[in-house]
């Protein structure tokens, strides 16, 4: 039963990520688009911003879950005290993740230097862990090494979405204040358009990383 929970619960991981983003994807058009009413507009990007929170809340679950997988079906022998130690640092961080979404934490508030903080630990854990497990320097099989390089490339993504999306503030509360004008549309719609070739790029990893997990090449 255990198995099967975590096996269920590691691929809806995969379903709520890849399906959350296409949501978002998809609702940022009604946002940039200056044919709709503010309200329509603040609503498409509530809309944006709730969804968004899927792939985010996915991205922290699928290291324990995936971990955890690992440990059960034999693929990978970590110690109980490693798998549990993963487990605390992701809840934590979740419950971070949730925090700033539902207080609408501001950039440099401390919880989400927290937050920017662990996604970089783990992304260089992940890359470094990674990298030696293929050069023969660790013990994880190969399929588990590729996909702890995807997470840690798909992590990079995410920070370099946030970058990206950084100079939508200032024209979105103009627009929600004052009304719209076109120099704020052209900054939101250029916002959105640099961001979403990062957001393809990570459905691929996604898939990819969903490939490996059922080809599991060793």
């Known amino acids: 039963m255990l198995l099967a929970l975590i096996t269920l619960l590691h691929v809806l991981v ?12 998809y609702t940022s ?9 503010v309200k329509e507009r603040g609503l498409a990007l509530k809309v944006l911003a709730d969804i968004d929170m899927a792939p985010r809340t996915c991205l922290i679950l699928a290291l324990p879950t995936g971990l955890t997988l690992a440990k059960l079906k034999g693929w990978w022998d970590v110690a109980p005290e490693g798998v549990a130690a993963v ?21 440099k508030a401390g919880v989400r230097r927290i937050d920017i903080a662990i996604r970089w630990g783990v992304l260089v ?8 497990s293929l050069l023969g320097l660790a013990t994880a099989p190969l399929f588990l090494a590729l996909k702890m390089l995807i997470l840690a490339v798909a992590i990079g993504c995410g920070l370099f979405i946030r970058k990206l ?12 204040t004052t009304g719209p004008t076109p120099e ?25 990383a969903g490939l490996l997990g059922l080809w599991t090449p060793t």
Do not use: E, K, Q
Request: a neutral charge.
């Open 14 to 25: 995969f379903v709520y990520w890849l399906g959350g983003d296409l949501g978002a994807f």
């Open 29 to 37: 058009r009604y946002a940039a688009d200056p044919a709709r009413t």
């Open 87 to 107: 487990w605390a640092l992701c809840l934590f961080w979740l419950v971070m993740a949730w925090a700033i979404h539902i207080h609408h934490s501001p950039p």
């Open 125 to 132: 854990a992940l890359a470094g862990f990674g990298a030696a």
């Open 165 to 176: 999306l950084a100079p939508l503030g200032p024209p979105v509360v103009a627009m929600m």
């Open 184 to 208: 704020g549309d052209a900054i939101i719609a250029d916002v959105l358009s640099r961001s979403r070739p990062v957001v393809v790029s990570l459905w691929i990893l996604l898939i990819l």
